[in-house]
């Protein structure tokens, strides 16, 4: 095998594993562009810049010409979310970049399948996660105690459900919504007083895909119409079906209908409940602990101040949402984390998953207008805050590229590290 023919081969090793790091990080649940663009980093890192990557919403395709010849691999991708994985491909990506050789690169991603959540840490962390939304959102003792079991029960079930995503949501919508509807029961017989409403926020919290909906949304944004649309629609899909089944039960429930979801105005209380919350959701995801606590420790500084915002519930996310992606991005500099995975944990408290619910009790109590409110405050909070993270993205890589051009030029050469 003569000189040429050993590069073409290393190259075309390149071309897999950056579709593999491209593949995972979709899995993972990051948007098109996002995984694209740290696909052609891993290319450029190794010095094959011509290659081109094409996302449709069940596979992924590279494409590279090398000595000539024109190579087209693809391969199929499952869609998740999974803080776990998103910092695996953070870390073969900082690798990549730090001159470490292609095997090692190779080595790291072939971890994820070795990456298996435990099953105990997910049900600790979706408990921690509801009880702390259901406090933050007003709730008492007796409503925290019904989000938590409910938590705990869904975190179980969607262990079990993990291979029927069709009927998943709204199995665990029913089962939620039932636990806090036992709790309601036997609250009213035991004359304590108890609000299902603010138990079933803190519990569909969790469950809402608002990660989906912010990544579709984002994929829009960067003019990914196909990919944007088809996760836009299911992940619309998949939230209605959770949060109809929390509503439902709200028909069957003894209580007042004078429910007006608030957040807690008390400073400490407010940051350290939506610490707690986001901590507990990136527990859920599979994060590790220097990101959960440094997405907590955001996701609280971020909430305190969006106290302090006007009450435009869109402004006040859209805004929220550039602060926490500002920190994230570059305050976090310092750390070696994978800022994604971090702004996301950042992102968890400020997901109108409240206002999804409560469409839906207005829609089946036939409150129209009030349904229609809701949802659109939800949809134009979700696209705020989709439109901010997509801005602070491009305007880092916009930046990152002005940088590079004051660097000295690299050698054109397709050598490649083995």
């Given at each position: 095998?003569?000189?040429?023919?050993?590069?073409?081969?290393?190259?075309?090793?390149?071309?897999?594993?950056?579709?593999?790091?491209?593949?995972?990080?979709?899995?993972?649940?990051?948007?098109?562009?996002?995984?694209?663009?740290?696909?052609?980093?891993?290319?450029?890192?190794?010095?094959?810049?011509?290659?081109?990557?094409?996302?449709?919403?069940?596979?992924?395709?590279?494409?590279?010409?090398?000595?000539?010849?024109?190579?087209?691999?693809?391969?199929?991708?499952?869609?998740?979310?999974?803080?776990?994985?998103?910092?695996?491909?953070?870390?073969?990506?900082?690798?990549?970049?730090?001159?470490?050789?292609?095997?090692?690169?190779?080595?790291?991603?072939?971890?994820?399948?070795?990456?298996?959540?435990?099953?105990?840490?997910?049900?600790?962390?979706?408990?921690?996660?509801?009880?702390?939304?259901?406090?933050?959102?007003?709730?008492?003792?007796?409503?925290?105690?019904?989000?938590?079991?409910?938590?705990?029960?869904?975190?179980?079930?969607?262990?079990?459900?993990?291979?029927?995503?069709?009927?998943?949501?709204?199995?665990?919508?029913?089962?939620?919504?039932?636990?806090?509807?036992?709790?309601?029961?036997?609250?009213?017989?035991?004359?304590?007083?108890?609000?299902?409403?603010?138990?079933?926020?803190?519990?569909?919290?969790?469950?809402?895909?608002?990660?989906?909906?912010?990544?579709?949304?984002?994929?829009?944004?960067?003019?990914?119409?196909?990919?944007?649309?088809?996760?836009?629609?299911?992940?619309?899909?998949?939230?209605?079906?959770?949060?109809?089944?929390?509503?439902?039960?709200?028909?069957?429930?003894?209580?007042?209908?004078?429910?007006?979801?608030?957040?807690?105005a008390e400073l400490p209380l407010c940051a350290a409940y939506a610490f707690l919350g986001a901590a507990g959701f990136a527990l859920m995801l599979g994060a590790t602990a220097p990101v959960a606590l440094c997405g907590a420790a955001v996701a609280a500084a971020v909430n305190t101040l969006f106290l302090f915002l006007?009450?435009?519930?869109?402004?006040?996310?859209?805004?929220?949402?550039?602060?926490?992606?500002?920190?994230?991005?570059?305050?976090?500099?310092?750390?070696?984390?994978?800022?994604?995975?971090?702004?996301?944990?950042?992102?968890?408290?400020?997901?109108?998953?409240?206002?999804?619910?409560?469409?839906?009790?207005?829609?089946?109590?036939?409150?129209?207008?009030?349904?229609?409110?809701?949802?659109?405050?939800?949809?134009?909070?979700?696209?705020?805050?989709?439109?901010?993270?997509?801005?602070?993205?491009?305007?880092?890589?916009?930046?990152?590229?002005?940088?590079?051009?004051?660097?000295?030029?690299?050698?054109?050469?397709?050598?490649?590290?083995?």
């Amino acid at each position: 095998m003569n000189h040429g023919d050993k590069n073409y081969c290393l190259l075309c090793k390149v071309a897999r594993v950056a579709l593999l790091l491209c593949a995972l990080y979709l899995t993972a649940g990051a948007p098109a562009f996002y995984a694209r663009h740290t696909a052609v980093r891993l290319c450029r890192a190794y010095n094959l810049d011509n290659a081109s990557l094409s996302v449709t919403p069940f596979s992924v395709r590279i494409g590279v010409e090398i000595c000539g010849a024109y190579t087209e691999i693809s391969r199929p991708v499952k869609r998740g979310t999974d803080l776990g994985l998103y910092e695996l491909c953070g870390r073969a990506l900082r690798a990549a970049e730090g001159g470490a050789p292609l095997s090692a690169v190779s080595a790291v991603l072939e971890g994820a399948r070795n990456i298996k959540r435990q099953k105990m840490r997910t049900v600790f962390g979706s408990a921690m996660a509801c009880g702390a939304f259901c406090a933050m959102f007003g709730g008492g003792l007796a409503e925290c105690a019904a989000a938590v079991i409910s938590g705990i029960v869904c975190a179980l079930l969607n262990v079990l459900l993990k291979k029927y995503q069709l009927i998943a949501p709204l199995v665990l919508s029913l089962c939620g919504g039932a636990v806090c509807t036992v709790f309601s029961f036997a609250a009213r017989a035991f004359f304590i007083e108890f609000d299902y409403s603010l138990a079933a926020l803190g519990a569909v919290m969790p469950i809402i895909p608002g990660i989906k909906l912010c990544a579709s949304l984002c994929d829009i944004f960067f003019g990914d119409f196909i990919c944007g649309g088809y996760r836009l629609a299911c992940a619309l899909v998949q939230a209605a079906a959770v949060s109809s089944g929390f509503a439902l039960f709200y028909l069957i429930v003894p209580h007042v209908n004078t429910f007006q979801p608030a957040v807690c105005a008390e400073l400490p209380l407010c940051a350290a409940y939506a610490f707690l919350g986001a901590a507990g959701f990136a527990l859920m995801l599979g994060a590790t602990a220097p990101v959960a606590l440094c997405g907590a420790a955001v996701a609280a500084a971020v909430n305190t101040l969006f106290l302090f915002l006007p009450k435009s519930f869109v402004f006040a996310s859209l805004f929220a949402a550039v602060v926490a992606a500002y920190m994230a991005c570059n305050l976090l500099k310092r750390f070696v984390l994978e800022k994604a995975a971090v702004l996301i944990v950042a992102l968890i408290p400020l997901v109108p998953g409240g206002m999804a619910y409560l469409s839906f009790v207005f829609l089946l109590c036939g409150n129209l207008l009030s349904a229609f409110n809701a949802a659109g405050a939800a949809i134009s909070a979700f696209a705020a805050m989709s439109l901010a993270v997509s801005a602070c993205v491009n305007s880092e890589r916009i930046f990152s590229a002005i940088s590079e051009c004051f660097k000295a030029v690299r050698p054109c050469n397709n050598v490649v590290r083995g």
